[in-house]
């Protein structure tokens, strides 16, 4: 006689599921770690160049360290730039941004990248820049709206305090107040 199994019993199911899955799952452990970390090491100098050029593509006018800022987090292999857009007081921050996140395998090696503009994101099944440059003006092309902040990510603005004039009004009170 054969064990009637109930179809609806989801216990069963996802235990089964665990189990199968259990030999492809990647051990993460120090060795894993470091491997990754030594990868994103190894790019971060070329992902920040990237970004950098992008900066000047895109935001030519955003010279000034105030009006802009690259932020990484090489424990997570992420680096994004944002561009100060506006501020409305001191809780509300508008910023255009691009982000770039490494994709490290087991073995430490840099398989994709995810890259994004804060609202959407393409990935890039490569571990070539150039593709990577061009998902970045592909979401350029979709012109990206100003993503809102509570607080600001970066010191901005006229003398970059919080709730005072920035962008294109922070240029003109500089030239009006000298």
Same mark, same amino acid.
């Given at each position: 006689m054969t064990a009637h199994r109930d179809p609806w019993d989801i216990e069963d199911e996802a235990a089964e599921d665990e189990d199968a899955l259990a030999p492809m799952a990647p051990t993460v452990g120090p060795a894993w770690r470091s491997a990754r970390r030594t990868a994103i090491h190894a790019i971060a100098p070329s992902v920040e160049?990237?970004?950098?050029?992008?900066?000047?593509?895109?935001?030519?006018?955003?010279?000034?360290?105030?009006?802009?800022?690259?932020?990484a987090d090489l424990e997570v292999g992420s680096w994004r730039i944002y561009r100060h857009v506006g501020s409305q007081g001191?809780?509300?921050?508008?910023?255009?941004e691009f982000g770039i996140?490494?994709?490290?395998?087991?073995?430490?090696?840099?398989?994709?990248?995810?890259? !994004?503009d804060g609202q959407?994101?393409?990935?890039?099944?490569? !571990? !070539?820049?150039?593709h990577v440059?061009?998902?970045?003006?592909?979401?350029?092309?979709?012109?990206p709206q100003p993503k809102r902040?509570?607080?600001?990510?970066?010191?901005?603005?006229?003398?970059?305090?919080?709730g005072r004039e920035s962008g294109v009004l922070a240029r003109l009170v500089r030239i009006v107040r000298p």
């Open positions: 160049r990237l970004l950098r050029a992008w900066r000047e593509v895109v935001w030519p006018r955003a010279r000034e360290e105030r009006e802009w800022a690259l932020r001191s809780r509300a921050h508008e910023y255009l996140t490494a994709t490290v395998d087991e073995r430490g090696e840099v398989r994709g990248f995810v890259v !994004d959407a994101f393409l990935l890039v099944e490569s !571990d !070539d820049l150039a440059r061009d998902a970045l003006a592909e979401l350029h092309r979709q012109r902040y509570e607080s600001a990510l970066f010191a901005h603005g006229a003398g970059s305090g919080e």
